[in-house]
Each structure stands twice: as C-alpha cells, then as structure tokens.
C-alpha cells in the first residue's frame, strides 16, 4: 500500500471510530514518520474534491464517504498479493491454521470484526510481512487447475496497530477491489456499519 493510503486510512479510522475530524500535518508526519511533503501530497486530490479542506498547517475532513470512495478507486490490490494458492479445506479451518501475525482482511475480516457473514465465502485474505509461515502450512499447489481461494497481501508497517483484522474502512476498500459475486453483499453491509455507528 502506498504511504499516500496509509494516511488516507488513519484519517478515515479516526474520523469514523473516534470522531476525530481534525488534524494538523505535521503531526501526522511525525506519527508516520514521513515527510511533510509526503503528508501535503496524500491531501491534494481529496482537497480538490472537497473531502478535505486544508487551511493553514490544520485540515479538516469535510467528507468522509468521498475520501473512503477515492481510496477504493485508487487502490490497487494486486500489486500487493505476494502469495496465493488452492487450500482443500474449509474457509474457517484455513482461518483457524494462519499462523498469530497474519492479518485477516476482506470477509474474514468482516466476519471477525462483526460477528457475523452476510453472506458465505470461499476465499481467505490475509496480510502478512512475508509468507514463509502460511507457505510452510499451506503449500503452494502444483495443479494448475486448481483455482486460488488463499491470498497473502503484503503489510504495510502500520497495519498490525489496528489489531488482528484490517479496519473497517481498509476492509471496504479491499471489498471494493474484489470480483467474488458475493463481494457486493458485503460491501453494503459494511457501508451500513461504517455510516450508522
């Protein structure tokens, strides 16, 4: 994920969780350890379309649905699958073998973040920073035929602060990118969670 998102993603968990609407530039550069100009950057299109507005060193999100609907257009998802194979087990027995720093995404992350599915699934997204530990427990199957129903995507370094799953907002986000026919169900679901809590 680009440094751009990770900001882009800790504005819309504080302003959605905590209600956090303000935030000051730099502030965000120190937490991230990024520069200034990486932060002015991460601000540019969303200032053009008016879901943030930036005055002085402050900004303030205007527009939390515009800001969560950019980053899912703009997010690349399979730059970031490192690993993906086919796993001849059902989807909660491969949840339950991922090894403790996996990172559940997508319906998994839904599924543990809310308790419940609105929908069955058959594939696993996780977020790990290498796969040699789901590579050792879930080999990589040599039968072409077999389609993949486990992805590993890369983690970004800031990731593993919000828990066991991804954020609601970086859920929907990934949700958006995926073409499983039950990605829809999901993604309303979710929208409800993320605007009516």
Not at 33 to 42: D, R
Request: hydrophobic share 45%; net charge positive.
């Amino acid at each position: 994920m680009t440094k751009k998102e990770t900001i882009w993603r800790f504005v819309l968990h504080e302003a959605l969780t905590k209600r956090t609407l303000t935030f000051t530039q730099k502030k965000i550069a120190e937490r991230f350890a990024y520069s200034t100009s990486t932060v002015f950057n991460a601000l540019k299109i969303p200032r053009k379309l008016g879901a943030v507005e930036v005055t002085g060193r402050f900004f303030r999100l205007r527009d939390a649905e515009k800001l969560l609907l950019l980053w899912a257009t703009q997010r690349n998802l399979e730059r970031d699958i490192i690993y993906k194979t086919h796993v001849d087990l059902p989807v909660k027995k491969i949840e339950s073998g991922m090894p403790a720093d996996a990172i559940f995404g997508a319906f998994s992350a839904y599924r543990f973040a809310h308790g419940d599915a609105p929908a069955d699934y058959s594939v696993v997204y996780v977020y790990a920073q290498n796969t040699d530990k789901i590579a050792q427990r879930f080999p990589l199957q040599k039968a072409k035929k077999a389609t993949p129903n486990l992805y590993v995507l890369k983690s970004d370094a800031h990731l593993a602060s919000f828990g066991k799953t991804t954020p609601d907002v970086q859920t929907f986000v990934d949700l958006w990118n995926m073409s499983e026919w039950y990605a829809k169900d999901f993604l309303e679901a979710l929208k409800l969670k993320i605007f009516t809590h």
